[in-house]
């Protein structure tokens, strides 16, 4: 009696595919919890990636707008520790470099309060300094006008002050509306404008602004800077860094500091990489319990299922194509819960960046990289599982438990 031999059987890639979501819609409450840990991983690194890139194109189209050519100069201790002041003709003598776009100088009037009421007590001033300052500030700083006008030569000599925005907040006035007054030191003055937020210039923001004459006047200023801010021409900006000092003081540069105020908020680009890939740690101990969550599901299945894998090897199946089954099937668990990550993750970026007023910003690359990395845990995770399921004897499997 003759016998036929079997032909070898075939399984094209989307019989496998279809086996994996038959195996996964056979336990659909267990196939959503267990995506749901994916689901998180996946979610929480794409949100903190998008999230700092929301932040960072937003800083750096904050400073394309402000420049990256505003400096400042200061007076800085001296060898022997000893406060120094910058020269008279500081201003002057920087306003001479081919490359200074504009230079304003600042003296800060010390010992001076700022209040709306003199029922209020001289100590409660809420923080606001008080600068003298020279008409050419506002455009220096490139900054802008919320309400009102700037000092000039003329309301310079007078009572006259500009509030900064977080100043002005302090003192409850919003507007111009009445003709605001505020008591500066023993003299009423009358706020005759406010201004936007000055990102690179938080000082300027809480302080109040009058003129040098009236500072003089009333308050005996020196007419030593405090602080000369300088705007270059954009190219030249390192050039005129590096001889500033010694312009300012030719007899001692090394008692004056240079800053530029863009490196602040660089700095603050940089520590929010440091924890944006501390976060991204936590997301990735996510989507690795995530994984071990899936690991544990496919095995469990594997015993479960252990009756269809005997028939399925009975009917011809190869171990290989067993272990390709169950890969697939952990492979689509995982990438189920991905996209969901990724979409979850894009919507809390996008909430997040509307609420803070950035534009909104995800790298494709994160976008992508979600999706490959679940697929890639799903895989690590089906393997065990799979080689298990393929080692099934039929005999075996069909045996009655």
Same mark, same amino acid.
Request: aromatic share 2%.
């Given at each position: 009696m003759s016998t036929l031999a079997l032909a070898p059987t075939r399984l094209r890639p989307g019989d496998i595919v279809g086996q994996g979501f038959v195996g996964l819609r056979s336990k659909r409450l267990r196939t959503l919890l267990t995506a749901v840990?994916?689901?998180?991983?996946?979610?929480?690194?794409?949100?903190?990636?998008?999230?700092?890139?929301?932040?960072?194109?937003?800083?750096?189209?904050?400073?394309?707008a402000l420049g990256t050519n505003l400096l400042e100069v200061q007076p800085q201790n001296n060898m022997f520790g000893d406060a120094t002041e910058l020269p008279v003709?500081?201003?002057?003598?920087?306003?001479?470099?081919?490359?200074?776009?504009?230079?304003?100088?600042?003296?800060?009037?010390?010992?001076?309060?700022?209040r709306r009421s003199n029922y209020i007590p001289t100590d409660e001033s809420g923080g606001i300094a008080v600068?003298?300052?020279?008409?050419?500030?506002?455009?220096?700083?490139?900054?802008?006008?919320?309400?009102?006008?700037f000092l000039n030569a003329a309301t310079g000599s007078y009572p006259s002050v500009v509030l900064g925005s977080v100043a002005a907040e302090r003192l409850g006035i919003t507007d111009l509306d009445g003709d605001p007054l505020v008591l500066v030191g023993g003299t009423w003055f009358k706020v005759i404008g406010i201004l936007d937020?000055?990102?690179?210039?938080?000082?300027?923001?809480?302080?109040?602004?009058?003129?040098y004459d009236v500072g003089q006047e009333l308050f005996g200023?020196?007419?030593?800077?405090s602080t000369v801010r300088v705007r270059t021409d954009p190219d030249e900006t390192e050039s005129v860094w590096s001889v500033l000092a010694e312009t300012t003081n030719p007899a001692s540069s090394s008692d004056v500091g240079v800053s530029r105020p863009s490196d602040a908020l660089e700095a603050k680009a940089q520590a929010d990489e440091a924890l944006t890939a501390?976060? /991204? $740690?936590? *997301?990735?101990? %996510? &989507?690795?319990?995530?994984?071990? #969550?899936?690991?544990?599901v496919m095995v469990i299945s594997v015993l479960e299922r252990r009756a269809e894998i005997g028939v399925r090897r009975a009917l011809g199946a190869t171990r290989r194509?067993?272990?390709?089954?169950?890969?697939?099937?952990?492979?689509?668990?995982?990438?189920?819960?991905?996209?969901?990550?990724?979409? /979850? $993750?894009? *919507?809390?970026? %996008? &909430?997040?960046?509307?609420?803070? #007023?950035?534009?909104f910003s995800v790298p494709q690359a994160a976008l992508l990289g979600g999706v490959a990395a679940s697929l890639a845990v799903g895989a690590l995770a089906g393997l065990y599982p799979a080689a298990r399921a393929s080692r099934l004897a039929p005999a075996e499997a069909v045996r009655a438990e």
């Open positions: 840990g994916i689901t998180i991983g996946i979610a929480a690194m794409v949100s903190v990636v998008g999230i700092s890139t929301s932040s960072r194109a937003d800083l750096l189209a904050e400073l394309d003709t500081a201003p002057d003598m920087i306003r001479r470099i081919p490359a200074v776009e504009s230079a304003a100088a600042t003296r800060t009037v010390e010992g001076v309060t700022v600068l003298a300052t020279e008409p050419n500030l506002l455009d220096t700083l490139d900054a802008t006008l919320a309400h009102g006008t937020p000055a990102p690179l210039a938080p000082d300027i923001d809480r302080s109040a602004m009058v003129g200023i020196d007419e030593a800077p501390l976060l /991204l $740690g936590l *997301g990735a101990v %996510a &989507l690795l319990v995530g994984g071990v #969550g899936i690991a544990n194509h067993i272990r390709l089954q169950f890969l697939v099937e952990s492979m689509l668990l995982a990438g189920l819960g991905g996209v969901a990550g990724v979409a /979850l $993750g894009a *919507g809390i970026t %996008a &909430l997040y960046a509307n609420s803070q #007023g950035w534009m």
